[in-house]
C-alpha cells in the first residue's frame, strides 16, 4: 500500500489549526444548545406534562427540521461560502436556543426544537467544507476529528453547568444563558475567518503546504445531479442507520441514567461527564487511527475502512448496556459506544472530502445528514412509542449495538474503493479502482 503523495510538502505554519480551533468552539456550542433538553428533560416531563411519545415527537421535531436543513444549508454554503453562511448558521439556532426559556409547553417546545433544527443542520456543512478547504487530505480526518470533539466537549460541559444553572436560577435561564454563547462566537469567526488564499496571516510556505494535494478544478455539480452517485446513495445509508444511535444517546441517556439508576439532576452530571469524555477520545483517536496509516503509506481507502472497522467493533457491547445492574457498568458500555460512533463519524466525514471535490463537500455533507436525521425522526418517534408502551430500553439498546457492522459491510459493497469520484462519470455499482 502507498500514499498517492510520497513526498508531501512540510507544513509551515499552524494557522489552519487556528481555524480548526474555530469549528471546535462552533461544534462545543452546537452541542450545548442541543443537549440541554436531554439534560433537563426529567424537570420538564414534571413541570410541562409531557408523556414519553410526545417528547419522542419533540426529538421528532428537531430531526424533521435539521434534515430540512442539511438539505439547503449544504448547498447554500456551497454557493455564498463558509465565512457568511456559517455565521448565518450559528446566529439561527442561538436565536431558537435561546426562545427556549420562554415556552411554555410540548406544542411550544416542539416549535422551539424545530427552529433550532433548521439552524444547526449548518454547522457539519460548513465544517467539513472548511476542512476541505484549509488541510491536506493527509490531515483531513484528524481535523475533522479534533472540531468534532466539540460535539462531545459540548455535551461535558452542558451537564456540569446546566444541572446548576437551573437548581438556582431555574431551567428557563439554563436555555437563555446557553443560547447567548453563540453570538459571541459570530464576532471571532467573522474577524478571523478568510480563505486560506485571502488570510493575512498565513504564511507561503503553509499555504503550499495545505495546497499540495490539491484536486484539480472540478465543474460546479447541480445538487441533485449529486444523486447520481452511488458513493453519495452508501453515505446516506450509513447516516440513516447510524446518525439516530447518536441522537438516541443525546435525548435518552439522561433519561435512562434517571429511570433505571436512579440519578437525579444533581447526581447525573458525573456520569455524563464520563461518558463523553470518552467520545471526545473516541473522535480524537478515530481520526489519529486513519492519519497515521496514511502517513505510514497506507492507502486513504485502506486507513479510513480500518479506522471504521475499529470504532464499530468499539459499538457493539451496548447489546448488553440495557441490561447492566450497576449503574457505573452500565456507563462503561456507554463510553465505549459513544467512543466508538465519534471515530466512525471523523472518518465517515473525512470520506466525503477524500471522495468528492471541494465544491461540493458542502452538498454532500448535507445530503447524507439528511439521510442522518430521517432515520433520526423514525427513531425518536418510534422510542416514545417503544418505551410508554414497555417501559424496556432493550431493544433499543440491542439495535444500537448491531447497526454499525451491518452497514459497514453494506458500505464495502457499495464503495469497494475510498478514492477520488470522477466528477461527470458514474461509476457502475461494483466497480472499483
Not at 65 to 91: C, E, H, K, M
Request: proline share 5%.
Amino acid at each position: 500500500m502507498t500514499d498517492s503523495n510520497p513526498n508531501p510538502a512540510v507544513a509551515g505554519g499552524r494557522v489552519r489549526w487556528l481555524i480548526c480551533g474555530l469549528l471546535f468552539l462552533a461544534t462545543t456550542i452546537n452541542y450545548m444548545d442541543r443537549q440541554i433538553l436531554g439534560i433537563l428533560a426529567p424537570t420538564l416531563e414534571r413541570d410541562i406534562g409531557w408523556s414519553e411519545s410526545q417528547y419522542g415527537f419533540i426529538v421528532t421535531a428537531f430531526n424533521a427540521a435539521y434534515a430540512i436543513g442539511l438539505l439547503g444549508f449544504g448547498r447554500f454554503i456551497d454557493v455564498l461560502g463558509t465565512r457568511r453562511g456559517y455565521a448565518l448558521s450559528v446566529g439561527l439556532w442561538s436565536l431558537a436556543a435561546s426562545l427556549h426559556g420562554a415556552v411554555t409547553s410540548a406544542l411550544g417546545f416542539g416549535a422551539a426544537r424545530f427552529a433550532l433544527g433548521l439552524g444547526e443542520a449548518g454547522n457539519f456543512p460548513a465544517a467539513v467544507k472548511t476542512v476541505s478547504e484549509w488541510f491536506p487530505r493527509r490531515e483531513r480526518a484528524f481535523a475533522v476529528g479534533l472540531f468534532n470533539c466539540g460535539s462531545n466537549v459540548g455535551a461535558i460541559v452542558t451537564p456540569l453547568m446546566v444541572p446548576w444553572i437551573a437548581l438556582h436560577w431555574g431551567w428557563r435561564w439554563a436555555f437563555i444563558l446557553t443560547g447567548a454563547v453563540g453570538f459571541l462566537w459570530i464576532l471571532g469567526w467573522v474577524a478571523l475567518y478568510r480563505r486560506p488564499t485571502e488570510h493575512p496571516r498565513l504564511s507561503k510556505s503553509e499555504l503550499d503546504y495545505i495546497l499540495s494535494d490539491a484536486e484539480p478544478p472540478a465543474p460546479s455539480r447541480p445538487w441533485l445531479a449529486l444523486l447520481q452517485y452511488r458513493q453519495v446513495w452508501a453515505l446516506v445509508l450509513a447516516r440513516f442507520l447510524t446518525d439516530p444511535v447518536w441522537w438516541f444517546y443525546l435525548y435518552w441517556i439522561p433519561k435512562f441514567l434517571h429511570s433505571k439508576h436512579g440519578l437525579t439532576l444533581d447526581k447525573i452530571g458525573l456520569p455524563l461527564v464520563v461518558i463523553y469524555v470518552a467520545a471526545d477520545g473516541g473522535s480524537v483517536f478515530g481520526g489519529w487511527l486513519s492519519s497515521t496509516l496514511i502517513k505510514r503509506g497506507w492507502t486513504v481507502s485502506a486507513a479510513r475502512k480500518t479506522a471504521i472497522l475499529v470504532s464499530a467493533l468499539m459499538v457493539t457491547p451496548m447489546m448488553f448496556g440495557a441490561q447492566a445492574s450497576e449503574t457505573w457498568v452500565a456507563v462503561l458500555i456507554l463510553s465505549l459506544a459513544t467512543a466508538g460512533h465519534q471515530g466512525w463519524a471523523a472518518n465517515m466525514f473525512a470520506s466525503i472530502s477524500d471522495m468528492f471535490p471541494r465544491n461540493a463537500v458542502s452538498s454532500v455533507t448535507g445530503i447524507t445528514g439528511f439521510g442522518g436525521s430521517a432515520g433520526g425522526m423514525l427513531v425518536a418517534t418510534a422510542t416514545g412509542f417503544i418505551l410508554e408502551a414497555t417501559g424496556s430500553y432493550v431493544p433499543i439498546f440491542l439495535w444500537a449495538g448491531i447497526a454499525y457492522l451491518v452497514i459497514l459491510g453494506l458500505i464495502h459493497v457499495m464503495i469497494p474503493r475510498i478514492e477520488p469520484v470522477e466528477v461527470g462519470r458514474v461509476r457502475p455499482w461494483g466497480e472499483g479502482s
